[in-house]
């Protein structure tokens, strides 16, 4: 807490009990003299993390020493790093001298072991004159390894400010020679530092870890005889996940252990409760809890309520998150993006790890750590077990069994100092919501149901919960829950309600009484449906809204119903989504619209100047209204307009923030011209948009009216389905990255921009040619038939596919290409050229190939249903992986060194 100024006399402010007025003055006087002595002794927020690190490293030391006959599954790795240690570096520049390799894990995995072993490597030693260990942990010395040619091995570095490494590594430029080894748990270090492909550690496999196990806690022969404890043993094994400091903790704890009670007490225990572990397990896992700052802390500690080995989707992690206030500096489409960036952090430090796209997964050690951390305040109950709710518990989250039982929500009501019940579903679980749930916890803060399904509607003792600030009810399948009770309408705390159906049916009709909510800042997607008040006025004092999505706007009766929502009002609104279709397609049929043009709607429900986000969808008038455009919208970002019937697009151009513009399905669009970009033709138009999309324009035939220096940032250029469409601008797109043209029949041009990398084209069977592009990294054709008989020789292209175009004939020589895929290219020549950086290669269909050329980097071919290819294929040097299909031709195979897999089919 800051605490600035004067406090002043609390009974001046606010009639308050003497004493209570006494006692709140003493508390002040208290954070006035800590900020005292802050400013005295020039105190940061930083400062109590810098101020912990010397009791870590009472915790923490690492040495050079290591009994090597102990270490088990690491021997592959090692000669990696040995290897990365002796190599010689043939350049002569000062910064050649030094080469840096990072190796990179989470915390007990085994990074410090690692770089003993190669330390004390006997050809190691033999290379170096020097050989200096420093466990550096926050800071180091540079005093001490100056002038020396050595190896140095920099253990456990967290240090991420590039000018201390800058710093650090000037007096070894004049060495002969110095190879440095960094053990970190953040990959942020890692890159920073490193100058080969840092080694990024892994946990044991079964079998390495049972070995381990064994020679830990199975020296006595009776012991390792012993069945009962081997089949215990094995289960304590597979519960540690292949952490090798986990194992030796714990097998050390069961060396003297004969007794199998005991065996099966930690068995079905969580390791942080065993009192003997924690000396060791226990600081080296909490010292990257240390280092973290305070916001990720308490994120980090709320992952305890999700159950272990969940796989912790993004979007998961924002709905626990969110509604906790643990993303305060954002919101809306923000807090997502910052919730994001928090797990790349975890992610970084190795406290989670990536799983696939967009999802990580959690050792169960470190799920242990956050359980330990969160202590009394953070429980979790799985299935229908009873909690007992501690004094101090304040968060709560409930998994739901299996989708095949149906769980209740059940907890003692020992405790009333609950703030948040969390549902956990995996998406069909049912679960039911007991009637007086929200009697027994009157300060509940937060109810959030995600991926479950409630069996029952959602109890009238909900209106009990006058505190309740947050209402999430997220549902994967259509459930009577979404009914609310009227008593809902009287939580007049209320900031966020949501509620989320199966993607088929996501929109909520307005419901009366919800206008009393007056605080409300997040609304569900709401509807008015044909046949019924529109309800519209029940969103006049809903003024704080910031996100407000309108479906069925075609129902509305007049303008001055309209009106009554009193759009123009909600200074705090950012998103704005006016959809004029109805989701039930039966009620649109029948429906006869009215006297109320489109145009009138959409000017009554003009927005604040403050809006970021616009949506427009179904409109059907002619012509938009005086305010879509308008300058005045200086900070918005975002444009969406579908299935709008307009013949030409409002002029957007002058929108200084435009950062995203989406224009699809207006088929009555067939010309875009300077009217689009602006009515002065002078001005530069589109400063700041980054993504623009064109798709499903089944009458757009022309594009025109931009002049050089529009579209100045133009990062990203999708066109889509716009048959008729034939040529683009000429003007250069300077900033253009990423192109996709996609079923663009008519198109014989592609975007000319000296910036662009990645370029993706489908189904354009008008494209004779490809532009010169210097730039371009990705290329990926499909079904260009017209394409003519070769492509540019584009310098750094490094990944190139090739598929369905049949006049093909070669291809140029690429210098920087790395991976090619080459799928029925009936006319390509009987060989390809040399591609001296390709390293993976792919050809399918192509009947006329006869031959390949000897590649020096190729560690990967794939060739199937090649019936020209001759009797054999090169010897290439660094091949590990073959696999060759459907090749009746093929008589022999040379001798192939490196090569680790081999398939053959149907030769």
Known sequence: MKVDGTIQNISDIVPVPSELATRARKIMDMFNEIKDYASKFSLSENDGVRRSIPDMHQVRQTSSMVFEQSIIGRGSIKDTVIEKMLSQNKSSTPESHVSVLGIVGMPGVGKTTLAQLVYNNTEVCKSFDVRVWVCVSENFDVKEIQDKRFLLVLDDVWNERRDYWEMFRLPMLTTKLCKIIVTTRSQNVARLVQTMDSCELSCL??????????????????????????????????RCKGLPLAIKTIGSMLRYEPDETKWKDILESDLWDLEQSQNEVLPALELSYKQMPMYLKRCFIALSLFPKDYILHEENVVLLW???????????????????????????????????????????????????????????????????????????????????????????????????????????????????????????????????????????????????????????????????????????????????????????????????????????????LSGYDSNLSELRNIRKVRSLSLKGLDYVCSVEDAMEADI???????????????????????????????????????????????????????????????????????????????????????????ESLEISRMYNLRFIGREFCCLNQSVKVFRSLVNLSFSWMYELSEWSGVKDGDFACLETLLLCQDNKLRFLPLVPFSSLVTCRLSNCGNLVTVPVSYALCDLYINDCASLIELPSLPSLIKLKISNCSSLGATIPMFPALQYLSIKDCASLLELPTLPSLMELNISNCSGLGATIPMFPALQYLSIKDCASLLELPTLPSLMELNISDCSGLGATIPMFPSLQYLSIKNCASLLELPTLLSLMELNISNC
């Open 322 to 528: 969110e509604p906790l206030e643990l993303l305060q500096h954002g919101d809306g489409a923000n807090k997502a993006k910052l919730a994001v960036s928090y797990l790349h952090e975890l992610a970084q430090r190795s406290m989670i790890e990536i799983s696939t796209h967009s999802a990580y997964k959690m050792h169960d050690l470190i799920h242990d750590l956050a359980c330990f951390l969160a202590g009394d305040e953070f429980v979790r109950t799985e299935g229908n077990s009873q909690v007992e709710i501690s004094p101090n518990a304040r968060y709560l989250s409930v998994v739901p069994t299996s989708p095949w039982e149906i769980s209740t929500i059940n907890i003692s009501d020992s405790s009333d100092s609950l703030k948040a019940i969390i549902v956990i579903g995996h998406g069909l679980d049912e679960i039911v919501i007991p009637d007086d749930i929200f009697l027994k916890f009157k300060r509940l803060r937060v109810f959030s149901l995600n991926g479950a399904a409630p069996t029952n509607l959602l109890p009238d003792s909900a209106g009990n919960l006058k505190l309740l600030r947050f209402l999430r009810l997220r549902c994967s399948i259509d459930c009577q829950i979404m009914q609310l009770p009227k008593s809902v309408f009287q939580l007049f705390n209320l900031h966020t309600l949501e509620l989320m159906k199966p993607a088929f049916d996501l929109y909520t009709p307005i419901v009366s009484g919800i206008g009393r909510l007056i605080k409300l800042e997040t609304l569900p997607p709401l509807e008015i």
């Open 568 to 658: 123009p009002s909600k200074i705090h609104l950012q998103s704005l989504n006016l959809d004029f279709t109805s989701s039930h397609h039966q009620q649109l049929q029948q429906h006869k619209p009215g006297a109320v043009s489109h145009k009138e709607l959409l000017e009554s429900l003009q927005p604040c100047h403050t809006l970021r986000d616009l949506s427009i969808y179904g409109y059907r008038g002619l012509t938009f209204p005086c305010w879509v455009g308008n300058t005045s919208f200086s900070k918005l970002t975002k444009v969406v307009l579908s299935k709008c019937e307009w013949e030409c697009l409002p002029a957007l151009g002058e929108l200084p923030s435009l």
């Open 205 to 238: 496999d079964s079998n390495d870890s049972w070995s381990l196990f064994k020679q830990t806690a199975l020296l006595d022969e009776e012991h390792a005889n012993n069945p009962s404890l081997q089949e215990i043993g094995k289960d304590i094994v597979s």
